[in-house]
């Protein structure tokens, strides 16, 4: 979707949207401030390809940080007026990006239905040649990691896994800290659990969780008390999600965090070990004030109070074989250019 949005129109029309929202929805910005940075932004995305530069004149720079709200933003001031033109028959809309989640409300007539339902796809397409592809009208569709169901008066959901995955988990064997095993765990039981509407399907999704990493090359023995950890932390934290007021918590009070960020090393001392020293002589010194009641000069608070290891993964045999580097593959691109 990104590289098809073209970038004068998408300009003009969120330009005047931000100015015509300033001050009435939102309060917190300048909007020509912000307009003249969608231009700095969006007119001079620089490409570089080899040993040549492009300047990209139309569409979304690809992985640039502001393309998603840009995309969803676009998209979405022609949505409010397709969706108002077709509420009788759009149940529940739901887009993510360029992803989009709807109920359609049939017509009793087949021939009605159809021709209602070939005309609101064609009404999607009115928007500077963005183009959608819509799946057939169903009961249940693949979307995200999801697939959803109608069951009679209900929507059932289930995990979506796409077959070309090849759940290629990081085997026992490889450089890592200890806690990666134990979080992927966690992480993917916690989501199958919330993920599944039907307890028999979250329990078949967790099997074959278990009989991959046990594929991979982890000792099911090993993994069994962790996946029972982790089943025991899911349901606690379902429970707690369910009874839990969902109100707006104010999180300005939340301690500074300080991240350190280091090349795994399995020799390296702990995590732990690097926190507690942390403490010990730079947070909380013995006989020494701590850091965090420390001012600057200004009369600010001075210094986190907790100290987060971050690591990154060190080179692999990928990096090594695996050369993405274009330069080293035969003649530079600008030759190729200069031949013509």
């Known amino acids: 979707m990104y590289t098809n949005i073209k970038t004068q129109p998408a300009i003009a029309h969120i330009s005047q949207y931000l100015r015509d929202e300033a001050g009435r929805t939102f309060t917190h910005y300048n909007p020509e401030s912000l307009i003249e940075a969608i231009h700095i932004v969006f007119e001079n995305n620089i490409i570089a390809f080899g040993d040549t530069y492009w300047q990209q004149i139309s569409g979304t720079g690809m992985g640039i940080s502001p393309a998603p709200p840009w995309a969803t933003i676009f998209y979405g001031l022609y949505e409010s007026s397709l969706l108002n033109r077709w509420r009788h028959r759009i149940g529940f809309y739901r887009r993510f990006i360029d992803d989009v989640f709807g109920i359609w409300i049939t017509h009793p007539c087949q021939d009605t239905n159809e021709k209602l339902w070939n005309d609101f796809q064609e009404d999607m397409q009115h928007w500077h040649g963005l183009e959608w592809t819509c799946e057939p009208l169903a009961t249940s569709v693949n979307f995200m990691d999801l697939t959803i169901s109608i069951a009679g008066t209900r929507l059932l959901t289930t995990l979506y896994e796409k077959p070309q995955n090849l759940y ?20 993917q039981v916690l989501r199958i659990q919330r ?94 004030p701590p850091l965090h009641n420390l001012e600057s000069l200004d009369g600010r608070p001075f210094g986190p109070t907790r100290l987060i290891v971050a690591y990154s993964r060190p080179l692999n045999l990928r990096n090594t074989f695996s050369v993405r580097n274009i330069h080293n593959r035969g003649r530079e691109i600008s030759s190729y250019l200069s031949d013509r």
Not at 169 to 177: A, D, G, I, M, V
Not at 270 to 286: C, D, M, N
């Open 195 to 288: 993920l599944c509407s039907k307890q028999e399907d979250a329990d078949a999704h967790i099997k074959q969780l278990f009989q991959r990493l046990c594929e991979r090359g982890h000792n099911s023995s090993s993994l069994i008390p962790i996946f029972s950890q982790a089943e025991d932390n899911a349901r606690a934290f379902l429970e707690k999600n369910n009874n839990a007021d969902t109100r707006h918590v104010d999180s300005t009070g939340a301690p500074h965090k300080l991240f350190l960020h280091l090349r795994y090393h399995p020799e390296d001392p702990p995590a732990h070990e690097i926190q507690q020293l942390w403490r010990q002589h730079v947070s909380q010194p013995r006989d020494e």
């Open 168 to 187: 290629l988990y990081l085997p026992p064997h490889s450089s890592h800290p200890r806690g990666i095993e134990t979080g992927l765990i966690f992480g």
